[in-house]
DNA sequence: AACGCGGGGGA
DNA sequence: TCCCCAGCGTT
């Protein structure tokens, strides 16, 4: 075994974490959920949703066949929407190709949809103990910085080379232990920020501890600036429910729930918006938002509009009323629950 | 305010 | 095959 597993490996028995809620599960289905939960994800987000996710839905069965917007409603607040749009597919795929029992080795699990190389290898390796490499971006950080490689790790030709070096790695045996103990090093020892050197199993090796380079290693993404966009948002409240518009599978916030959007982008209200939504009303300016995606700002200027009595028919198919009382329930997105809750709590700063 | 995170899908 | 996209929490 290398020195690398081996020294892992021991680690983990005192120092790694041993409490998670998808932990003494050899279940491929709660692992998959774990994982997939896990995927741009801290440990203490996900374990709330994990929970309730399991108790709405114990097994794939139950959740091939519920419809994808309970998935998207259970989802709300975890970002990466996709993901859950995936996991519903793959729940009837296993069903369809698998007549219901979940793969347990890479091979099968790599087919179904939102799994790649890595998630696939760190499922199989959980719930069956096969012999693969996982590579998220706690391995890569670890290994960035312990076998001192160059370069931005999200660059094709680097990443390739750290796959390879993931899989020399490798231990014979105790492929659970090792891999969690990979991710329980990256994340509560050789953090992103101020790495806990003192108190890491590889320091005497690391290329980074020893030439002070942790802050260097991993490199860090090679530098751009991002657009800032804005858009306008209709509140429209009529009898304590206000309406909403289900967005497109794909996208921003694909196949949740959001606000109508209105055209422009100035600080004023289009005639003919008002028109069409206000039936004459004056629309109010409520207070702006700012949300910071990876690849844009967004500057929202959200607008209440009160009916006293609700159009006759929806403009689009896709809108709906949502009670205000319900938000919790509802498949939002942050700043949209952000706005809302705001409108039935003008008192609560959140 | 900038950064990090796995996989899908389009170029 | 490569590159862009996505939403939240952390720093």
Request: with cysteine; glycine share 6%; aromatic share 8%.
């Amino acid at each position: 075994m290398s020195d690398f597993a081996r020294r892992l490996i021991d680690w983990h028995r005192d120092h790694g974490r041993h409490d998670l809620p998808w932990q003494g599960s050899r279940d491929p289905y709660r692992i998959w959920l774990s994982e997939i939960m896990l995927q741009q994800t801290q440990v203490s987000s996900v374990i709330p949703y994990y929970t309730r996710f399991l108790e709405r839905f114990p097994d794939v069965a139950t959740l091939a066949a519920s419809p994808v917007e309970d998935v998207m409603a259970l989802w709300s607040g975890l970002g990466y929407y996709a993901r859950a749009r995936n996991l519903h597919r793959a729940a009837q795929q296993v069903m369809q190709a698998h007549d219901g029992r979940f793969p347990d080795c890479s091979a099968s699990l790599i087919t179904l949809p939102g799994i790649g190389r890595s998630t696939a290898a760190a499922i199989a390796a959980f719930s069956s103990g096969e012999r693969v490499a996982i590579l998220d971006g706690n391995v890569k950080r670890v290994l960035c910085r312990v076998f001192g490689i160059e370069g931005f790790p999200g660059e094709k030709a680097v990443e390739n080379r750290l796959w390879t070096l993931a899989e020399s790695l490798l231990p014979d045996t105790e492929l659970g232990t090792y891999t969690q103990a990979q991710m329980d090093l990256g994340a509560t020892v050789c953090t992103r920020g101020k790495p806990a050197c003192m108190r890491c199993p590889m320091a005497e090796a690391c290329v980074a501890a020893r030439s002070g380079r942790t802050r260097e290693l991993p490199a860090a993404r090679p530098r751009k600036t991002i657009p800032r966009r804005s858009t306008q948002l209709a509140v429209v409240v009529c009898n304590g429910r206000v309406l909403v518009e289900r967005r497109p599978p794909s996208g921003i916030w694909g196949g949740l729930l959001a606000l109508p959007e209105l055209p422009g982008t100035g600080t004023t209200l289009p005639a003919w918006a008002i028109g069409e939504w206000s039936a004459g009303q004056t629309p109010v300016a409520l207070p702006p938002l700012t949300h910071t995606f990876t690849h844009f700002v967004l500057d929202i200027q959200p607008w209440r509009i009160d009916l006293t009595h609700p159009p006759a028919q929806l403009a689009e198919p896709a809108h709906q009323w949502l009670a205000l009382d319900q938000l919790a329930d509802a498949a939002l997105p942050t700043p949209i629950r952000q706005i809302l809750t705001r409108l039935q709590h003008p008192d609560l700063f959140d």
